[in-house]
Structure formats: structure tokens, C-alpha cells
């Protein structure tokens, strides 16, 4: 049974809103879902988060946290009793900070325009493809060096930059589909390669992230607005 | 003596670089300062932050740190003998956060491109001054939410948001002094006015933030670059 005591106000094709539920899930957290209707904005989202007025938004016992990798970070501090989500060692967490702040800043806005079409012209679409592609090596690198060999990104468990970059795995999906474009590839990148698959199959995420046929639906439908903006 | 385990690789005016210098004096910890050129970047630097060639990164035994907010949060987890940088409490902790990343995605932007004088024409100016305000109220706001009516955003003493923020009064005395926006104001935002005496007077603080003179001249001097970029 969804507590009551927490509860998540998001959509369920939104990666960043996925990355909270990941997070939630991996501390056996119940919750509570409140779909956000697509083109507008509910009262309870403006009233929990009137800075920004965007979802995810979790409330906890009455409290609103937003932006999501402070909402995973406040998720791993207020249920210690779970495995953690942050490494322990203060390096390795200043690392996993850094490449989730990366992935947010750099990898995801190029990775959403090119998914919902805002990308125009052959000289614009071949600059995104490069920028992605480019962010796809530094993150097989970042696999190497913080996952040393083990299964995740956090070491022999799913953390932080596993459901930091683990969220978008169905949108990268997506957009390998309607595109020429192989993000995760076998040789390529075979650590991501097997990393991603050992992710998406995990009992913590596999029914968090949307079907990639759903999500390439969506982007079709979403295109034509985008491009209006 | 300055340590030579600690080595921060920054420029003197940036408030950036300035936050790991009082982040490191509240935790007490000695460094060597590296400074960069301006117009150039060291090999050190490029070396050391590969992914945004950018300062502030500081160096601990031999292993880099990037991006200001990251370090100061692992010069708080590090140092943990010292007093604790972010508050215990993790719905304080997600407040922290959350506006210590409200001040570096929205207000910065602003207060740098209205420093550099790269806000042209009037109608502009009238928007950015308005931003400007905007932010300034909602962190007047966050004070008296964050600091319950103590002396400093993290309660009793200097803390996290404190850092995050305070690091940018020097700048924004220096868009005071260039401009007819009266920023931090006794009347109307009063918490912060008394917050921002008691914090630019600390002794971590005080020889740290450059004089407002120096940001002026320096702010004229960058100004036709901001313009021509």
C-alpha cells in the first residue's frame, strides 16, 4: 500500500521524475503518485515549488523538497536505514556529484531537444549528434574510473550516478529509434553497454522507466509544440 | 605555513573560487593558492578540470575537485573534525541545496552579465534589475526560513547557503556602487542586511572577499570584453 507520507508529484514519462521513484525504490520507500496532467500545472505543484513551479516535487510528512538530485541526496539522508545511495568516501561522492551535475547541465538538455525535434537542419542535428556522442565517451570513461570494474557506476550496487544517468536510459532509447544515431553500443562503449542493461533489468527500475515504444509516441506528439516554442 | 596537500587553482575576484577559500577557513585547513593568469588557462588547470577548463578546482593529495558547490560539500565531508558546513538535518540539508543551486542557476547569470556591463539597452537593463530584485527578496525570504531568526542562513554560524551566497557580496556591492540598484537594503530587506555585516566581518570571510574598489576597476576593465564576446 502508497504511504501517505510521502508523495510524488510528477509524470511518468519524465526521466528526472523517474530518478526520484528509482531513488525511492532502492530504499523500499512507499509513496504516492500525483500525476501531473500534461499542459498544466496543478495547485499543489505551484504551491510546493513556486520558485520554479517544475516536477519532481516530493513531499515528505507535509514538506515539499524539489529539483531531483537534491530530492535522491534528501532521499538517502532521511532513510539511512536503507542501502546507501551516495558512496561513503568523500572523493567518490565528489566525483558521482560531478558527473550527475554534468549529465544535468550538459548531456540531458542536448539529449531532450534532439528527442522532441527542437534540433533543425542538417548542420544543427550534426553538432547535437556530436555533443551527445562526446558525452557518451566521457560517461563510459566515468564508468571505468568510478565503477572500477564492478557492476555499477556506485560499485557492486545500484548509486547516486547509476539513477542519475540510469533515468534517461529509456529516452536514449527513444532516440536511438526515430535517429541513426547508437548512443550505447556494444563496442563502443561496452561498459555502459552491459552497465545499462544490468540497470534497466534491476527489480528497482525496470518498471519505473517507460516502454521505449511509448516514449518515441510521445516525442512524436510533443515535436510540433516544441518546435512552436 | 600553507599546506601543500591543499592547492586551489583560481583567480582572486571570482566569488566562486572565493567560496572554497572560506569554505577551507571554516574548516581551518591551510592551502596554497594558485593563481591563474587572466586570458590564459595553465596546464595545471586544464589538466586537473579536462571536462570545463574552469576554476575553482582544488587539489587534495594529488586528486582534483571541480565545480565550487562540490567542493565545498567535500571540504565539509573531509574535514569532519571541523564544524559542520551543511546542517544535520536532511530537510536543511535539501533547503541548503536547493537555494545554494537557485543563487548559482538564476542569480549569478544575472548579477555577472549586469557587473560586465553585458546587459545593453534600457528596456534590458529594467528586466535584469528586476530579476536582480526578484532573487534578492526570495533570498531575504529563504533567510528568515532557513536562519529562524539567528544570525546566519545555517542558524548560529556560517554554513553551507551562507557560503553559497555570501560569497557573492563583494559583487554585488561593486553592481551597487555602478549602478543606481540598491541591492541589500536596511528597509527592505533587512534580515539580509544585518546577515551580510555579520557575515562579510568573519574572520573566515573577512580578508578573503576582495574590496568593492578592486571588483569596480576590474568590472570597467572587463566590461568591452563581456560586450565583444
Known sequence: MASTDVKVIGK???????RVQIALNLKSVDYEFLEEQMGSKSELLLKS???????PVMIHGGKPICESLIIVQYIDEAWTDGPSILPLDPYARAMAR??????????Y??????????????????????????GIMLLEDAFAKCGKGKDFFGGDT???????????LGWMRAVEQMSSIKLIDETKTPGLF??????????????????TETLVELAKTMAPRAKAQ
Open 194 to 211: 552491459g552497465w545499462a542493461e544490468r540497470f534497466g533489468s534491476n527489480d528497482a527500475v525496470k518498471d519505473v522507466i517507460p516502454k
Open 98 to 107: 560531478f558527473w550527475a551535475a554534468y549529465v544535468d547541465d550538459k548531456f
Open 12 to 18: 511518468a514519462p519524465s526521466p528526472l521524475v523517474n
Open 49 to 55: 515549488n513556486p520558485v520554479h513551479k517544475k516536477i
Open 158 to 168: 545500484i548509486g547516486y550516478l547509476d539513477v542519475a544517468i540510469g533515468c534517461f
Open 109 to 134: 538538455p542536448t539529449l531532450r531537444a534532439f528527442a522532441f525535434g527542437s534540433v533543425e537542419g542538417e548542420e544543427a542535428k550534426a553538432v547535437a549528434r556530436e555533443q551527445l556522442m562526446e
